[in-house]
């Protein structure tokens, strides 16, 4: 049986929620069915979520409420209306989120949680009654009952061990359960949510649960591109990709899929499928453990903005013992995590993300590398880039580096640095901002254009 996860904009409206009966009909073995909040119906619309957290501050603050909650029980009426659905399941809807404003705001670390998981847990329920008056056999089922068990860690929270078993038990269910995601219950029993976008996190948590054959996140792109759409016009799908191609392209800002929710389907070894709602015959993109690599060694390029990096050379610096740790202690110090340190005999250059380095932390950094590090020649550039070129393919073929740097010297984007990980996954390259578009653009037509 399959576990199959419907995003925000796969249900913001009833045009949408058709598209979602027929995908989940098409397929007897779709038995699991997790569900995000009401998303956007255009591109001005507020998402559910973003609503509800405007309710919260509304409510804590003391100020009017009864305007917001209207708005948000307007959303599920319009779907409701659209779809010429029964009014029953609105009241109860429209009740939970009245109830909310009568939670205690005093010392509640999991308030705004509960206002959080309210989107999705209404949206189930809307889900669950469209479902059974179109003739399927389907119930809302609460995380709950479901043992969704999460540690006690408000807007972060993380599926414990136990969970498993407990979800487990429904492997076998003969009806459609509709799954609220985004949230869990703590051991003692309070509602904890995932950080945002947390509900692909449910589904593969559900997937692994019940081991299912495949977990299907339907979402509105074909599946993820090989390059970013924003540079390359109308770019290629993935047909397939590993997990850790994944991750390191999810690194470098592809963020089809929540980080977090790989890890549980990955452990229980079930695939991952991309799909598109609005065009459910596209075949998506696979993600599994291992792939077929003969013919293309590279998979996907992807970049991401905001780095700076200290270039540090002394004279011996190979021989000099500690250097490193020192380094690395001034670092941690001053609170600063690194990205990449990639080094020569003499020289070595930290990469860390820029939004850590206020003017103040950066002056502390400096004066304290120049003065207890005592280099030859200490530097910070800033608006650095990370390109990486992504595919477990260049493991076995000789000359990916090779092309990627002559497509970049054609166009005359000077390097500043380059870095292949031990892993041979992926190779990345600093360049400078401004560049990122021409890089990307340059080995977009090496690796897939040619
Ligand atoms: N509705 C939540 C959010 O907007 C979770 C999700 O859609 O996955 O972050």
Redesign the pocket.
Known sequence: MKVIKF??SSLASAVQLEKVLQIVKEDSSRKFVVV??P?KRSSEDI????LLISYYQAYINNQATTAIIEKIIQRYEDILDELALDKAVLTDIAQAIQHLSTLSNKNNPHLLDAF?AS??DNNAKLVAAFFKQRGLQARYINPLELGLIVSDEPGNARILPSAAAKIGQFKETEEILVIP??FGYTEAGDIC??S?????ITGSIVAAGVHAEMYENFTDVNGIFVAHPGIIHNPKTIKEITYREMRELAYAGFAVL?DEALMPAYRANIPVVIKNTNNPKHPGTIITTSRMVKHDPVVGIASDQGFASIYISKYLMNRELGFGRRLLQILEELGLSYEHMPSGIDDISIILREQQLSAEIEEKLMHHLEAELEPDELRITHGLSMLMVVGEGMRQRIGVMADSAVALAENKINLEMINQGSSEVSIMFGIKENQEEKAIQALYETFFDA
């Not at 998402?47 to 973003?50: A, I, N, P, S």
């Open positions: 995003g925000g995000s909040a998303g998402k559910v979520t973003d959080l989107g999705e995601g985004f949510t995932f945002r976008g947390g509900s692909d929540h």
